[in-house]
Structure formats: C-alpha cells, structure tokens
C-alpha cells in the first residue's frame, strides 16, 4: 500500500535548521511529485514546495525562498526539506504529500512531523 | 496569490443533517477545486477533487459542486464519523492555497 513515512519530531533553537525525511513506499517513486505543506497549532495549511523525483526539480513558494531547500534520494525513495534560520513562528506541523496526475491535489500524506523551535 | 474564503467558520449539526460547506475564491479557478477532511492530530484526507470527483474510498454522502470562483461542499447525511475540519484548496496555480477551514461539531 501507499504510504509516506516522515522522520520524528525535532526541537531546534531559534536560528538553527531541521531537515526532515520523507520515504515513500507502494508506488513508483519517480512517478509523483512530492510536495511539502505545513500547518501552525490551531491553524490552516500552507504550501511550501515540491519537487519532482526523477529530475530533483523543485519550486517553491516565494514565503520560504531562500530558506528552504527540498531534496531527494531515489536510491532510497526518499525526500528531504531542510528550513533554515527557523524562528518561534515555524512551529508547525510539517507534512508530505503526494500529489496525484492532476497537479496539486494531495492523494497521500505522511503522518507529520513537529517541529518546535525553543531556547 | 489566490484567496479562499471558507464560510462558514464552524457548523454545529446533528447526525443525519444535511451540511453544506461553501468557499469563495479571489479569481476564478475552472474546476480546480479540492476538499480535505482532517480529524483532530491526523493528517488531512482527501474527499473530492477537481470540484466534483470522489477520493478513492470516499462514501457517496459526500459531494462537491461549483466553478469560476464558488464552490461548495455538501454532506447529505451527517455521520458520527464526520465530525471534523475541512478544508478547500485551489489547484488552479502557484502558489497553491488553501481556505481557513470549516470545524463540524455536534
């Protein structure tokens, strides 16, 4: 079965970075885009990129430009994002996503990770 | 960027009751319209796609319509299981976006 299984929860201090891991199983890794969302305690979701498996292309939302890069490893189907100089407002949870053929639409997610950020 | 304005914020119902959930997008989107439910701690779980076509797995009870910039989100019956905040999103282009989202309670 499909899922996306994502690395565990991390507490960081203000200025400090997090990468978090995303390995995908059940499908074709190269087939899917994988995109990165996250959401604030109480809060909405928000977009914050995808990148494409097969060419490690990403895009990503001008909100992160600069401050996050996504990543991938097809020898171990794989992704990574890494979010730089986190600040008490990047407390969020922070999920994959598999996007279906129609571009943007989340068919499967991974179970979240939560990122705190605290001195 | 594209707004989406979800209203309402909240919906008190029962089981049986018909919900009706709207959103409003700041341009139009054709039929570039996603729903997700997410119960409470859990992942979001997609329901409907492309303004109108069910998830894998997802009961017929729910159903979505619209175009251009409104679209809605109906539940024809209220299960217990149904209970929980959902969310409209726009396909249409980057970057994407979501609405505010909308909490059932009973």
């Known amino acids: 079965q499909v899922q996306l299984v994502q690395s565990g929860a991390e507490l960081k201090e203000p200025g400090a970075s997090v990468k978090v891991s995303c390995k995908a199983s059940?499908?074709?890794?190269?087939?899917?885009?994988i995109y990165w969302l996250r959401q604030a305690p109480g809060q909405g979701l928000e977009w914050m990129g995808r990148?494409?498996?097969?060419?490690?292309?990403?895009k990503y939302s001008q909100k992160f430009e600069g401050r996050v890069t996504m990543t991938r490893d097809t020898s171990i189907n794989t992704v990574y994002m890494e979010l730089t100089r986190l600040q008490s407002d990047d407390k969020a949870v922070y999920y994959c996503a598999r996007s279906m053929a129609a571009a943007g639409t989340f068919d499967y997610w991974g179970q979240g990770t939560l990122v705190s950020v605290s001195s | 960027d594209i707004q989406m304005t979800q209203s309402p914020s909240s919906v008190s119902a029962s089981v049986g009751d018909r919900v009706t959930i709207t959103c409003r997008a700041s341009?139009?989107?054709?039929?570039?319209l996603v729903w997700y439910q997410q119960m409470p701690g859990r992942a979001p779980k997609l329901l409907i796609y492309?303004?109108?076509r069910l998830g894998s797995g997802v009961p017929s009870r729910f159903s979505g319509s619209g175009s251009g910039t409104d679209f809605t989100l109906t539940i024809s019956s209220l299960q217990p299981e149904d209970f929980a905040t959902y969310y409209c999103q726009q396909a249409y282009n980057f970057p994407l976006t979501f609405g505010g989202g909308t909490k059932v309670e009973i």
């Open positions: 990148i494409t498996p097969t060419s490690g292309d990403t």
């Open positions: 492309a303004t109108s």
């Open positions: 341009q139009g989107l054709s039929n570039w």
């Open positions: 059940g499908f074709p890794f190269t087939d899917y885009n």
